[in-house]
């Protein structure tokens, strides 16, 4: 994997995370972050800091976008659906961080 | 997560997270304002994307959205009044580069803004209905650059200047000019129309009206048309290289309304180049031009078709009348036929084959056409001669495309009894001399009239075909069944002719030799044995013989010529000198006939074998005749005076022309009843008018004659007029 196709995303306690680009995009806050005309930090570096998302959200998250990239579009098709299991205890929170990510 | 099904949800913001700083807001604001400067000024690499956005985020989450709304619109609006500024200090041609160059940044960093406003965009923006960031920034751009005072109307002048120049013929920035262009066209409104397109068209228009004013006075038709062309294109191409596609159709208006609409008959009428010298001249691209730019306009084909149907009538009517060219039938002809096909090339090559142009052509020959009785008469001339010689050696194509020709002219015809009637009279002497270059031409112009006209039009023509076949059956059977009883006489041809199907002659006969009867009187025989309850009799005035004579010195000669002339050389084998008066009680031929075949014998140089006194050119009833001992001719064979079809002289036209009435009559009768016996009962006008439609296709009645025959009609009582209403008819069965 070519590290200009990765992104790294940081969560609140400093836990790295190394996603395929393809992947993080399916955030469309992540995707503008990377795709803006002019060079923001975000970009030179390739790593995006979340300092108000926990490691446990931002692991569900990034699951999420790979799951998303497989099954999505498949979903759209078919219309069979495909659990993404969610624990109860963590929805409150993942909301909050879709809504903050545009996912 | 809100896939796979999407719904738009506002999360409320934890309660405890509440920020109780009263100047958090104040301090986000900042940071964003700081951001916005920095984008503006080219430092953007410094920032944290996530954080601006988690900035706007909380601003917008913790109720500071109209904050953050209005700080942009304020911030942004400051930094374009500087722009502004910059842009209106450059000079000159830098002006339009500095906007641009200005424009381009500005479009980076309202993206970069937008992108970090995003949520904003998504959530605040939506729910109080305001313009989103991108728009707005459009929009401040507008108001704040292009409509401030020093800028707008600058840029305005500076854009049409451009134009000029380039209409002038010089180099411009053209990338330049489609950047600008393109932004006036990315802003919402009319900005491209109010600010450039409107003005453009105004100028164009003043500028064109002025050009095309100074090119009328200085240019002839063919050059202004050009340059017309020139300059239309020229505008399409500015169009498509910089400015709004739906431009193109606006400006071409403009252009061909002041070149071509508000000249366009001083340029169809102008004098030694209009219209009229160009069809003359055969002007193709310079006709091409003009019919390509006119149809462009309301009205100018219209225009063009109408001044060349009223040239080529003014000409097809000389052409008709001029008694000049009436005196060579078959050169009358031609020239028909090359006035048909010079305009005919002209409407392919220049007119795009246009159907409205061809049928005002057609209309215009048919007009003119008939203006002269004699065209139909002239038509079968022409038919004749090229059938009798014209097509020798040329190949099968070729005379089809002749043929083809003149039907062509033949449709055009209203009187087509007339040209039936001359083209049997001529055809019965091409088939009876033997002259017909080749039968397939005869028989394909046939089945060209058959087509044209339908079978009872041909049946006539094609019974003379037939009468000649059997004929020669015929004379091969006489000749086996006679076998040595006729061998050693002269020998005779004889064509069986059927009555009605050839042209009637007024049958005068004269007195055979009595070798030639001896023949006719044993063919006779054999004919009314093989065919029972027929009738047969001479024409002596239609048939040919060939002579073996010997002169003077010894040198012997084959003479051709017409019966007639036959028996007056047969007189001369008993004696040498007759007067007019023996030779006219010996041969008993007419007396028009006779004098014009002794004309032929005697008056003309190099063919008289018979001579005369006293000499003089005209025949006389009391001049002599002698057998010309002294006869010399290079040719061992000589034609004397052949029959060739001749323009009619005038009493015969007259005859000709009574004859076609007198056939008409059953022809008209025989409509009216087919009429009556369908309708039962019609008003005198209706009757005329279907008369007329019925009988078209061959020739245009006579309202007068229809009448006419109704009355016969009526006093034959096929018809009654009705009791009440006089001008009704009724049929009786």
Redesign the interface.
């Known amino acids: 994997m070519r590290k200009e196709d990765t992104v790294k995303l940081i969560s609140a306690e400093g836990f790295e995370f190394v996603v395929d680009k393809k992947a993080a995009m399916v955030s469309?806050?992540i995707r503008?972050?990377l795709t803006?005309?002019?060079?923001?930090?975000?970009?030179?570096h390739g790593e995006?800091?979340?300092?108000?998302i926990t490691t446990t959200i931002l692991e569900k998250i990034c699951q999420?976008f790979y799951w998303?990239l497989q099954y999505?579009s498949i979903?759209?098709d078919s219309g069979k659906?495909s659990e993404?299991h969610?624990e109860p205890e963590l929805t409150l929170e993942?909301?909050?961080a879709?809504?903050?990510l545009?996912? | 997560?809100?896939?796979?099904k999407k719904r738009n949800f506002q999360?409320e913001a934890f309660k405890h997270r509440v920020v109780v700083d009263p100047k958090y807001a104040e301090k986000t604001w900042k940071i964003l304002e700081h951001a916005i400067h920095e984008?503006y000024n080219h430092n953007?690499?410094?920032?944290?994307?996530?954080e601006l956005?988690?900035n706007a985020?909380n601003m917008v989450l913790h109720k500071y959205g109209e904050k953050l709304y209005a700080g942009l619109v304020m911030t942004m609006t400051s930094h374009l009044k500087e722009i502004a500024k910059s842009i209106e200090a450059a000079q000159g041609a830098l002006f339009l580069e500095e906007l641009n160059r200005k424009w381009t940044e500005h479009n980076?960093?309202l993206?970069?803004i937008r992108?970090?406003l995003?949520?904003m965009d998504?959530t605040f923006i939506p729910s109080t209905h305001k313009t989103p960031v991108h728009e707005l920034g459009l929009n401040l751009w507008r108001d704040n650059i292009i409509h401030y005072s020093k800028i707008q109307t600058r840029l305005q002048d500076t854009l049409l200047e451009l134009v000029q120049q380039e209409r002038t013929g010089e180099v411009i920035n053209r990338g330049l000019m489609r950047n600008i262009i393109k932004m006036l066209m990315d802003l919402c409104g009319s900005v491209y129309q109010e600010n450039f397109e409107k003005p453009f068209l105004e100028v164009s228009a003043d500028f064109y009206r002025g050009e095309s004013q100074q090119f009328i006075e200085c240019c002839d038709c063919g050059d202004y048309l050009k340059k017309a062309e020139k300059r239309l294109n020229e505008e399409i191409e500015r169009v498509s290289q910089y400015m709004d596609i739906k431009s193109e159709g606006k400006i071409t208006n403009v252009v061909e309304k002041e070149l071509i609409e508000s000249h366009m008959h001083r340029l169809v009428h102008m004098d030694n180049s209009g219209l009229v010298n160009m069809l003359v001249d055969d002007k193709y691209d310079d006709l091409g031009r003009m019919y390509s730019l006119f149809r462009r306009v309301p009205d100018g084909l219209s225009l063009i078709r109408d001044v060349m149907t009223s040239h080529i009538r003014e000409i097809g009517k000389q052409l008709v009348t001029d008694p000049e060219k009436l005196k060579d039938p078959v050169d009358f002809v031609q020239r028909l036929l090359d006035e048909k096909d010079k305009h005919d090339k002209i409407i392919s090559l220049a007119f795009n084959n246009d159907k409205t142009f061809q049928n005002a052509l057609n209309s215009s020959f048919e007009y003119f056409i008939n203006l002269n009785p004699r065209s139909p008469e002239f038509i079968s001339l022409f038919v004749d001669d090229k059938l009798r010689k014209g097509l020798k050696g040329v190949s099968e194509e070729d005379v089809e495309l002749v043929l083809d020709k003149v039907m062509m002219l033949f449709r055009y015809l209203q009187e087509k009894d007339v040209f039936e009637k001359y083209y049997k009279q001529h055809l019965a002497k091409r088939l009876l001399s033997g002259k017909t270059v080749s039968d397939d031409a005869e028989r394909s112009l046939i089945v060209k009239l058959k087509t044209e006209c339908g079978y009872q039009f041909t049946s006539k023509l094609e019974g003379m075909f037939t009468d000649m076949k059997t004929s020669q059956d015929t004379m091969q059977g006489f000749y086996a069944a006679m076998g040595a009883d006729v061998a050693d006489g002269p020998t005779l041809t004889v064509q069986v002719l059927t009555t009605g199907s050839w042209p009637t002659q007024s049958s005068s006969t004269c007195n055979l030799p009595p070798e030639i009867l001896g023949v006719c009187e044993k063919f006779r025989t054999y004919y009314l044995g093989t065919h029972t309850g027929r009738r047969l009799s001479w024409q002596t005035n239609m048939g040919t013989a060939d002579l073996k004579a010997m002169f003077g010195k010894g040198q012997k000669h084959e003479l051709n010529v017409s019966t007639y002339q036959m028996c007056i050389l047969m007189l001369f084998n008993n004696a040498d000198g007759l007067s007019y008066r023996e030779i006219e009680q010996a041969t008993e031929i007419p007396a028009a006939d006779l004098k014009r075949c002794l004309q032929s014998l005697a008056c003309v140089r190099g063919k008289n074998v018979l001579r005369k006194e006293p000499m003089s050119k005209e025949i006389a009833e009391d001049d002599a005749f002698f057998f010309n001992d002294n006869f010399q001719s290079k040719f061992y064979k000589v034609k004397i005076g052949t029959v060739v079809a001749q323009k009619e002289s005038e009493p015969e036209k007259q005859e000709t022309r009574q004859r076609v009435e007198e056939d008409r009559k059953p022809q008209i009768e025989a409509a009216i009843v087919r009429i009556m016996k369908a309708r039962r009962v019609l008003d005198h006008n209706n009757i005329v008018a279907e008369v007329t439609k019925q009988l078209q296709s061959r020739f245009l009645p006579n309202p007068v004659v229809i009448k006419k025959r109704i009355e016969s009609l009526i006093e034959r009582e096929f018809l009654e007029r009705d009791k009440v209403d006089r001008k009704l008819y009724r049929y009786l069965a």
């Open positions: 469309q806050t503008n972050m803006s005309p002019g060079s923001f930090a975000e970009t030179e995006v800091t979340f300092p108000e999420y998303s999505a979903l759209y659906e993404f969610i993942l909301m909050m879709a809504n903050y545009h996912t | 997560m809100s896939a796979p999360i984008i953007a690499s410094g920032l944290s994307f996530e956005y988690r985020y980076k960093a993206q970069m992108d970090i995003m949520y998504r």
